[in-house]
């Protein structure tokens, strides 16, 4: 068994009480690390926290506040500590057409799914570099690699912050911490269910029939787990990782079919 040498370690999981993130949640609680776990949802974020406990025996601080504000961040921080891992993630926003858009739609996506998680590695960065430890994964989506029309908001926001991870990874590498960015393809989650159920809609047919169209269209022939995606995670959270510095992670299935 490969030991991910990070038992001990305190990890800071925001959108922590459901699917990809609990996902990451419950494989670091798995490797022996210590949760600080985030969500708005206090009564969700509770029952998270639940079955993480029954499940790992994992030491878990519950955080419940809205991060994409400043009164929220703050609160978490402080909370946390002084952190050695931090993941990333926000839901996405709404599915639409772009012309139905205005400006605070698009300054409300950014805010969530670019600017959020730009604050939150500034107020943990320090520290890791004085530890000379520290791993960030962002998780981002499939769709900054092969665009989705009706994601559009999540498209622009999310593509800004990989830009920005791409610029300040390399700054802080050789301190051995490291920022990675995981894009999720088709997962059996609250998202995809949602995203489904509106395109069938629209096609005028069944969710359970579009849902076995997707995974006919997926060389897997099915959507992820969460549990896998999570394991994902903590490879990249290990010190196993840490030449692993500003790379976009695709976990699709295949779905995206590219040589590079």
């Not at 959108?15 to 206090?42: D, F, H, M, P, T």
């Not at 996405?92 to 739609?105: C, L």
Request: hydrophobic share 40%; net charge positive.
């Amino acid at each position: 068994m490969i030991d991910f040498g990070i038992s001990g370690r305190k990890a800071l999981i925001c959108g922590g009480s459901s699917g990809l993130g609990y996902g990451c949640a419950e494989a670091l609680a798995k490797c022996g690390v210590k949760l600080i776990l985030n969500s708005r949802n206090e009564e969700r974020l509770q029952k998270a926290c639940n079955s993480l406990r029954q499940k790992t025996g994992a030491e878990i601080i519950l955080a419940a506040a809205d991060i994409t504000t400043d009164k929220g961040r703050k609160l978490v921080i402080e909370k946390a500590g002084d952190v050695d891992i931090l993941v990333n993630n926000a839901g996405g926003p709404p599915i639409g057409h772009f012309k139905n858009w205005d400006r605070e739609d698009w300054i409300r996506a950014i805010n969530e799914n670019m600017l959020t998680s730009i604050e939150m590695i500034k107020a943990v960065i320090d520290s890791m570099v004085s530890k000379k430890f520290g791993r960030i994964v962002n998780i981002t989506s499939g769709s900054v690699k092969s665009p989705i029309p009706e994601l559009g908001l999540s498209n622009g926001a999310r593509s800004g912050l990989t830009g920005f991870v791409a610029g300040i990874a390399r700054e802080y590498a050789q301190y051995n911490v490291t920022i990675n960015n995981l894009l999720p393809g088709q997962f059996n989650t609250a998202r995809i269910e949602a995203l489904i159920e509106k395109r069938a809609k629209e096609n005028g047919i069944t969710s359970q029939e579009l849902r076995a169209k997707l995974e006919e269209e997926n060389p897997s022939k099915r959507f992820g787990e969460i549990g896998e995606f999570g394991v994902a995670c903590a490879w990249i959270c290990s010190t196993h990782s840490s030449y692993l510095v500003g790379q976009n992670i695709l976990i699709d299935g295949g779905r995206f079919n590219s040589t590079f």
